[in-house]
């Protein structure tokens, strides 16, 4: 059971605006900065959102993220066929001394 | 061009023990935070265990906290993790990850060692 919570899965079409959501508590996202992960299979995961909304470079503008109390969202607008991967996110947890990751999402472009 | 190639992985009987290594590249060693992110068969990516630039503070999972661990040698640009009385679901790929300089977000991936553990 992970500290951060997350949707197993998420899906949508070319075009479409997805959003993925991920819930934490007081100790973690609500104290924290919260970041995004993007993961391929065979791949190393790569860093889309830093700080709830930075974007590292190279990381396009339709990728965007959010922070609401203790929940964080990415949003992926115009979605793409090579948005499909597993979303993760992930930030320092005071409670536990560590870093905590999301049980991630898997998104599906239909 | 930043790298992180990390080594030592490999097959373990359960209670042994491995150590890997991450060879560090293109970026200054010593002044960045490193830690290790493993993902299990099937599994969601778990953070293991990180270490201050100076080596100074170090941080574990409570999954490895006591089996594991994490050190550096600035000296020579590498990153370690000695992990002993492994067990099965110690399993994974295990990355070597350079931290952002501010926030606890990783920037840069290593491509993975895998460690099995098994009999």
């Known amino acids: 059971q992970s500290v951060l919570t997350q949707p197993p899965s998420a899906s949508g079409t070319p075009g479409q605006r997805v959003t993925i959501s991920c819930s934490g508590s007081?100790?973690?996202?609500?104290?924290?900065?919260i970041n995004w992960y993007q993961h391929l299979p065979g791949t190393a995961p790569k860093l889309l959102i830093y700080n709830y909304n930075q974007r590292p470079s190279g990381v396009p503008d339709r990728l965007s993220g959010s922070k609401s109390g203790t929940s964080a969202s990415l949003a992926i607008s115009g979605l793409q066929s090579e948005d499909e991967a597993d979303y993760y996110c992930a930030g320092w947890d005071e409670s536990l001394n560590g870093v905590v990751f999301g049980g991630g999402t898997k998104l599906t472009v239909l | 061009e930043v790298q992180l190639l990390e080594s030592g992985g490999g097959l373990v009987q359960p209670g042994g023990s491995l150590r890997l290594s991450c060879a560090a590249s293109?970026?200054?060693?010593?002044?960045?935070?490193m830690s290790w992110v493993r993902q299990a068969p099937g599994k969601g990516l778990e953070w293991v265990s990180g270490?201050?630039?100076?080596?100074?503070?170090?941080y574990y999972a409570d999954s490895v906290k006591g089996r594991f661990t994490i050190s550096r040698d600035n000296s020579k640009n590498t990153l370690y993790l000695q992990m002993n009385s492994l067990r099965a679901e110690d399993t994974a790929i295990y990355y070597c990850?350079?931290?952002?300089?501010?926030?606890?977000?990783?920037?840069?991936w290593g491509q993975g060692t895998l460690v099995t553990v098994s009999s």
């Open positions: 270490i201050r630039e100076g080596g100074g503070n170090t």
């Open positions: 293109g970026f200054t060693f010593s002044n960045c935070v």
């Open positions: 007081s100790s973690n996202i609500g104290s924290y900065s």
């Open positions: 990850v350079k931290r952002i300089t501010t926030y606890w977000a990783f920037d840069y």
